[in-house]
């Protein structure tokens, strides 16, 4: 068994330095500004690169795409492209973009950038090709947070702990006041979920699944989602030790489901299509979710003792 781990770990240290290798993209370093390139594949990959962002912090990566909305020191908000070939990326600001928002939410397939300020009770929504953006919507709202559609066209937002669905029209729905938890669009549907108490909803489309009733978590449980996907749902269960995460289809039926023995805190796509971060307490590896792939997977990558920076010597 020792053997066959060291034959892994070598054939992921060749696959790190070898040209057209699959890339898993970017997770958080140990700074809030710094990320590290992981490439290879589940079970053969490594983390390598590191890229450093010249800004206060990372407010969100960009799903399917290796780009980053970032706040600059001044609170201003700008993107930032992570290249392998570069040491720093370089940044593009958001002219007229709100003033330190206190929320940032990527469309599920990334082409929408959502920015919010509940001080300033305003909601932004940023067409975003390439590294250039567009301001296309504007709305006086006070969200505690928010999550918006690909193409911008719907708007999800907590407001006074009610959930609210707002439509190209600037019509308000009410969705729910339970909805205490989590909540996001899917990617390449209609429909959306949220978490209430202990069910997991859907919204949207001709017709609503039935709601899915998530059992009885203990209080130190944290639930997370995410859109994982066309039409599909990732659910995380994390709680002290051990974390629980599932797949579902947007007619709220299993597609996988996996146990991560760690803690994970927090789930962040990496810029890759379909891969996520499962962002864990304290050292150890890094956990991931290769949820595009032909057959989906949680795995692990070891974190290298002195990751090279961009640039650097292969």
């Given at each position: ?39 290879g ?25 290796a ?84 193409g911008?066209?719907?708007i ?30 899917l ?56 974390t ?50 032909v ?20």
């Amino acid at each position: 068994m020792k053997s066959f781990l060291l034959s892994i770990l070598a054939g992921a240290a060749c696959l790190g330095q070898s040209p057209g290798i699959p890339e898993l993209g970017w997770i958080r370093g140990e700074e809030p500004a710094r990320y590290q390139r992981v490439a290879g594949v589940a079970g053969a990959a490594q983390i390598g690169q590191q890229a450093e962002v010249a800004a206060a912090g990372v407010l969100a990566m960009r799903p399917g795409s290796a780009m980053a909305a970032v706040m600059l020191e001044d609170g201003a908000v700008a993107l930032a492209r992570l290249d392998a070939a570069s040491q720093e990326p370089a940044l593009h600001r958001l002219p007229g973009a709100v003033e330190a928002p206190g929320v940032a939410a990527w469309s599920p397939s990334g082409d929408v950038l959502l920015l919010a300020s509940q001080e300033r009770e305003l909601v932004q929504v940023w067409k975003v090709e390439d590294s250039q953006a567009e301001l296309v919507r504007e709305i006086p709202l006070a969200a505690e947070r928010a999550a918006v559609s690909d193409g911008g066209g719907r708007i999800l937002a907590r407001i006074g702990g009610v959930l609210y669905l707002s439509g190209e029209e600037g019509a308000m729905v009410e969705v729910s006041r339970q909805a205490a938890g989590a909540f996001t669009f899917l990617a390449g549907s209609d429909r959306f979920a949220w978490i209430e108490g202990e069910l997991l909803r859907f919204g949207g489309g001709a017709a609503e699944p039935e709601p899915i009733e998530l059992g009885s978590p203990q209080e130190d449980v944290r639930l997370m989602l995410a859109s994982a996907g066309r039409a599909k749902l990732l659910l995380v269960e994390a709680g002290e030790t051990e974390t629980r995460v599932r797949l579902w289809d947007a007619e709220g039926r299993v597609q996988g489901e996996w146990l991560c023995p760690a803690a994970v805190e927090a789930v962040r796509p990496t810029g890759s299509a379909g891969v996520f971060h499962l962002a864990t307490r304290g050292e150890g590896p890094a956990w991931m979710a290769d949820l595009g792939a032909v057959q989906p997977s949680v795995f692990f990558v070891p974190r290298s003792e002195e990751p090279q920076r961009q640039g650097g010597e292969q």
